[in-house]
């Protein structure tokens, strides 16, 4: 018996700015030396996740520090002193769902 499975691709079109120009997002062309920041919804389990692909992270592509910071709950954004740190100080920002 065959089955089919079907693969979604995550990433979002580029966008296009007025007038159709094409807005440029850099690119990570590695993780090494990079900080990788976590945004944790506050449900159960995703910080036990985030433990382990941080440290996977680190030790397997050279991540350099991985931050993780957890929202209040799920239902709310992240305090505006995340959104700052992270565009300040990291590369790369994972955001996630436990439970």
């Known amino acids: 018996m065959s089955v089919s499975i079907i693969l979604y691709d995550p990433t979002a079109p580029r966008a296009k700015a007025p007038g159709n120009v ?25 910080n036990h996740l985030v433990d382990d692909i941080g440290e996977l992270l680190m030790q397997k ?25 992270y565009t300040r100080d990291v590369d790369l920002v994972i955001t996630g769902s436990g439970d």
Do not use: C, M, W
């Not at 094409?22 to 995703?46: C, H, M, Q, R, Y």
């Not at 991985?66 to 992240?78: D, H």
């Open 61 to 85: 592509y050279g991540v350099q520090q991985v931050l993780k910071r957890r929202k209040r709950a799920a239902s709310v954004p992240a305090p505006h002193a995340v959104y700052d740190e």
């Open 22 to 46: 094409e807005i440029a997002k850099p690119t990570l062309e590695s993780l090494a030396g990079k900080v990788v920041g976590f945004i944790d919804n506050a449900k159960p389990n995703f």
